[in-house]
T-cell receptor
Framework: DSGVTQTPKHLITATGQRVTLRCSPR?????VYWYQQSLDQGLQFLIQ???????AKGNILERFSAQQFPDLHSELNLSSLELGDSALYFC?????????????FGPGTRLTVT | QQQVKQSPQSLIVQKGGIPIINCAYE??????FPWYQQFPGKGPALLIA?????SEKKEGRFTISFNKSAKQFSLHIMDSQPGDSATYFC????????????FGTGTLLAVQP
């Protein structure tokens, strides 16, 4: 158990809908990362937050947005969902946004868009 | 230039064998190279990591070999066990203001008893 929690574990929704994925980082970790894992794209970095502020952006679609709240939990919002958004979404956390600190991954949220 | 290329896509070895997974990168700004292990239904977990100032690092049965001039690094699993059957990802990152990981495409390893 990495100490990172993600809810829900599974999510099934229809095209055009909007969903929110939630992540609670390990106790004490200030930086949160979101990754998408799909069969065709592999594991891709989406976005990173550090202490409530956006720190880095990767291949995140404009239909997707995220935020980190004062209690350090983070939410990833996916809107106008398309079939291609079906994937595993992982949240990871680290104490600080530096390679000296290990990233711990949560168990993921499996999103299925029908 | 942000890519990390990983091979092979899948690998089958007998128990006790030494599977080798290879990765290559282009971006010379990368200075942190971790390997992650992922079991079905779980998130990736850090296995071992290396920085370019060393050519090899061992942790238990896992060894990373690093060739800075060739921009390649590899994972060796000594005395592999069926419990090592998992997907392995190499990754790369750059020290600095972020710690975003650029992942390879993954290698599905099966260790047969």
């Amino acid at each position: 158990d990495s100490g990172v929690t993600q809810t829900p574990k599974h999510l099934i929704t229809a095209t055009g809908q909007r969903v929110t994925l939630r992540c609670s980082p390990r106790s004490g970790d200030l930086s949160v990362y979101w990754y998408q894992q799909s069969l065709d794209q592999g594991l891709q970095f989406l976005i990173q937050y550090y202490n409530g502020e956006e720190r880095a952006k990767g291949n995140i679609l404009e239909r997707f947005s995220a935020q980190q709240f004062p209690d350090l939990h983070s939410e990833l919002n996916l809107s106008s969902l398309e079939l291609g958004d079906s994937a595993l979404y992982f949240c990871a956390s680290s104490l600080l946004p530096d390679t000296s600190y290990e990233q711990y991954f949560g168990p993921g949220t499996r999103l299925t868009v029908t | 230039q942000q890519q990390v290329k990983q091979s092979p896509q899948s690998l089958i070895v007998q128990k006790g064998g030494i599977p080798i997974i290879n990765c290559a990168y282009e971006n010379t700004a990368f200075d942190y190279f971790p390997w992650y292990q992922q079991f079905p239904g779980k998130g990736p977990a850090l296995l071992i990591a290396i920085r370019p100032d060393v050519s090899e690092k061992k942790e238990g049965r896992f060894t990373i070999s690093f060739n800075k001039s060739a921009k390649q690094f590899s994972l060796h699993i000594m005395d592999s066990q069926p419990g090592d059957s998992a997907t392995y990802f190499c990754a790369a990152s750059t020290s600095g203001a972020t710690n975003k990981l650029i992942f390879g495409t993954g290698t599905l390893l099966a260790v047969q008893p």
